[in-house]
C-alpha cells in the first residue's frame, strides 16, 4: 500500500480549495499595496497598455506594411496577453522564496501561492482588457459573437498557466538561478512570439512559429478576439499541455512537497 506521504502535494492542492477566502484576499491585497496611495491606482496599467499600443502600432504596421486599421487590435490584444503570460512566468520564478515567512510561520497549503499569483494577473488582465475593445471599435474592427470564445480560451490558459507557475516555483525554490535566467530569456521569447505580429505575417512558413508553446498561449484568446475561432490544432495542444502539464507536476509536487520550507 502506497504512503499517503506519496500524495502529499495533491493533498495539498485539495487542502488550497478550501482556503479560496484567503487567496482571494491575498490577491486583493497585493493589488491594493502595489498602488497604494496612487490617485489612479490600477488604471495606470490601463493607461500604459494604451499608450504602448498606440505607439508600437502605428510603427509596425508600417514596418509589415499592413493596415492599421487590422494592425493595431493585433498588436494591444498581443501585448495585453503577453504582460499576463510573461507575469506570471517572471514572478513564478520567486513564487515561494518571497512567501517565505508564510510558509515557514503558517500551516497554510503551499498552492495557494501560485493560485494567489494567477488570480492577481487576472485581474490586471481585467484593467488591461478595454483597451483593446477601445481601439478595435475606434479603429472601426468589428467585435463579433465569435468574441465570447476567448473566455473558454482564458480558462484553458489560466489552467496550464497554474501548473506551469507551479512548477516554475518549485524548481525556483530549489535553484535560485531560474530567476536571473527567466528574466534574461523572457524579452528574447517576446520577440520570437506571435504578440506584434500573427504567424501567418512572417515572410517563411508560419508552421515554424507553432513550434513556440508561446504562439498557442497567445493565439488561443486573441483568435476570438480579432473575429474567428481558434484552430483546432491550437486546441488539442493546449489539452496535451494541460494533461502532461499536469501530471508531470503533480509528480514533483508530490515528491519535493516536504522539502520547500527548508528551500526557502
Keep these: 500500500m502506497l504512503s499517503t506521504s506519496k500524495f502529499a502535494g495533491m493533498a495539498d492542492i485539495a ?4 482556503c479560496t477566502r ?21 488604471l495606470w496599467l490601463t493607461l500604459g497598455t494604451a499608450g504602448g499600443s498606440a505607439g508600437l502600432g502605428f510603427i509596425w504596421s508600417e514596418l509589415f506594411h499592413v493596415d492599421a486599421t487590422t494592425f493595431v487590435p493585433t498588436l494591444t490584444a498581443g501585448l495585453i496577453l ?16 518571497r512567501q517565505a515567512s508564510i510558509i515557514r510561520n503558517l500551516n497554510l497549503p503551499l498552492a495557494i501561492h501560485p493560485a494567489q499569483l494567477l488570480l492577481r ?3 490586471n488582465l481585467a484593467h488591461n482588457a478595454p483597451v483593446f475593445f477601445i481601439v ?21 490558459l489560466a489552467l496550464n498557466l497554474l ?9 525556483g525554490a530549489r535553484f535560485r538561478d531560474i530567476e536571473y535566467l527567466t528574466t534574461m530569456v523572457m524579452p528574447l521569447l517576446m520577440l520570437v512570439s506571435p504578440v506584434f505580429y500573427r504567424p501567418n505575417y512572417l515572410p517563411f512558413s508560419e508552421h515554424i512559429i507553432w513550434f513556440n508553446p508561446f504562439s498557442h498561449f497567445i493565439e488561443i484568446v486573441r483568435y476570438p478576439l480579432l473575429g474567428s475561432p481558434p484552430p483546432i490544432f491550437v486546441v488539442e495542444t493546449h489539452l496535451v499541455m494541460l494533461v502532461v502539464g499536469w ?5 514533483l509536487f508530490n515528491r519535493q512537497h516536504h522539502r520547500v520550507a527548508f528551500w526557502v
Design 15 to 18: 487542502q488550497a480549495f478550501q
Design 22 to 42: 484567503i487567496i482571494v484576499f491575498m490577491a486583493f491585497s497585493d493589488v491594493k499595496a502595489r498602488y497604494k496611495r496612487s490617485v489612479l491606482g490600477p
Design 82 to 97: 503577453w504582460q499576463f503570460i510573461s507575469g506570471i512566468i517572471t514572478e513564478s520564478t520567486v513564487l515561494f522564496s
Design 121 to 123: 494577473h487576472l485581474i
Design 136 to 156: 478595435a471599435l475606434g479603429l472601426g474592427h468589428p467585435i463579433t459573437l465569435t468574441a465570447w470564445l476567448a473566455l473558454p480560451g482564458l480558462i484553458l
Design 163 to 171: 501548473w506551469l507557475a507551479l512548477f516554475i516555483g518549485l524548481v
Design 247 to 251: 501530471g508531470v507536476t503533480l509528480w
